[in-house]
């Protein structure tokens, strides 16, 4: 008789775990994303100018208004200390004479998108990867046109 207790407090016990371990997907379809959600993100990048690297890669962010009506590019004072309000348009983003948080400097942003590439990581596996690109003017140093480009951060390694 103790037998068929433990064995039936042990039937119930798995099958009250087998049903609560339902997959939940009806929240998924509830999900919205905002129109900047392409392009926001955490991208490292190497900057250059007239083809000669300057310095090292840097971390730069990109995250939408809080209006929604365009994406704030942020050099997180690492580079030239700029951040600047950019107007979007799909993955693609520009700004003429966008006024500067950091300084009293105007920002000029041409050729900027975010697209989709493959490549190969470390271990020869294909990866994907959303690859950043922009060429940037500043007022304060009329002429030169730096380009910056490189990859989203996912946290993991490659």
Not at 141 to 148: A, L
Request: glycine content about 8%; hydrophobic content about 30%; overall charge negative.
């Amino acid at each position: 008789m103790k037998n068929k207790i433990i064995f039936g407090m042990l039937f119930i016990f798995t099958l009250v775990i087998a049903i609560s371990c339902e997959k939940d997907d009806k929240w998924k379809d509830f999900q919205k994303f905002d129109s900047t959600y392409p392009v926001c993100g955490q991208y490292s990048v190497s900057w250059t100018l007239a083809g000669v690297p300057q310095g090292d890669p840097t971390i730069l962010s990109v995250y939408n208004s809080s209006k929604g009506d365009g994406i704030w590019i942020d050099d997180n004072k690492h580079f030239w200390s700029f951040k600047v309000k950019a107007n979007l348009s799909g993955s693609n983003f520009s700004v003429y004479k966008g006024f500067d948080e950091y300084y009293d400097d105007s920002t000029t942003i041409t050729k900027g998108s975010v697209t989709t590439k493959t490549g190969t990581n470390s271990l020869g596996e294909e990866i994907t990867y959303e690859y950043f690109y922009m060429e940037i003017e500043w007022a304060s140093s009329p002429g030169d046109v730096f380009i910056c480009q490189g990859r989203r951060q996912t946290g993991f390694e490659e």
